[in-house]
T-cell receptor, first 115, second 110 residues
Framework: GAVVSQHPSWVICKSGTSVKIECRSL??????MFWYRQFPKQSLMLMAT?????????EQGVEKDKFLINHASLTLSTLTVTSAHPEDSSFYIC???????????FGSGTQLSVL | EDQVTQSPEALRLQEGESSSLNCSYT??????LFWYRQDPGKGPEFLFT?????EEKEKERLKATLTKKESFLHITAPKPEDSATYLC???????????WGAGTKLIIKP
């Protein structure tokens, strides 16, 4: 099946620093990618929808200046958590929608811990 | 409002003990119902897509069925490696995104 590579798988950073997470579709083109966060024992919560070549659409309550999303190509989207704080610690997951059949494939997730 | 409810929240079974997980949904114009498996610390892994009532799909020990109000994920003679959280999501006409259930945590004891 289609593969979505998410990197890094875990990161620990100091409060106030920025962290970039990459999401790549390895063997298919993805016009649309989604970014989620997931707290322990809770369901996926959509943060934003990223469309190649245009600005991301953020869900209500998600600060676009804090969570910067770039989708510069059909195979790569990045999420940058700017000035991270301990409350940003969470499991971040990306998904990519295959352009041809609209199936959704997920990355393996990034566990962010902000000290 | 589109909504997805999964039950039970958690399910413990002995190896070989068959059972079913439920996903109840309300959505305007179902375009697809999706089942995913998620292991701890990993992203969800795609299992099935169902598009219309009466449709069934199978993969190894798993079988997914769909009615107009709910979907069942039947697991036959499960093994410990089937232990995971199973997530259900729906895509409707009124929403461009998937609406997710909270998941069912399945634990299979040897």
């Amino acid at each position: 099946g289609a593969v979505v590579s998410q990197h890094p798988s875990w990161v620990i950073c100091k409060s106030g620093t920025s962290v970039k997470i990459e999401c790549r579709s390895l063997d298919f083109q993805a016009t649309t990618m989604f970014w989620y966060r997931q707290f322990p024992k809770q369901s996926l919560m959509l943060m934003a929808t990223s469309n190649e070549g245009s600005k991301a659409t953020y869900e209500q309550g998600v600060e676009k200046d804090k969570f910067l999303i770039n989708h510069a190509s059909l195979t790569l989207s990045t999420l940058t958590v700017t000035s991270a704080h301990p409350e940003d610690s969470s499991f971040y997951i990306c998904s990519a929608r295959e352009t041809l059949n609209e199936k959704l494939f997920f990355g393996s997730g990034t566990q962010l811990s902000v000290l | 409002e589109d909504q997805v409810t999964q039950s039970p929240e958690a399910l413990r079974l002995q190896e070989g003990e068959s059972s079913s997980l439920n996903c109840s949904y309300t959505v305007s114009g179902l375009r697809g119902l999706f089942w995913y498996r998620q292991d701890p610390g990993k992203g969800p892994e795609f299992l099935f897509t169902l598009y219309s009532a009466g449709e069934e799909k199978e993969k190894e020990r798993l079988k997914a069925t769909l009615t107009k109000k709910e979907s069942f994920l039947h697991i036959t003679a499960p093994k410990p490696e089937d232990s995971a959280t199973y997530l259900c999501a729906v895509h409707g006409d009124s929403n461009y995104q998937l609406i997710w259930g909270a998941g069912t945590k399945l634990i299979i004891k040897p």
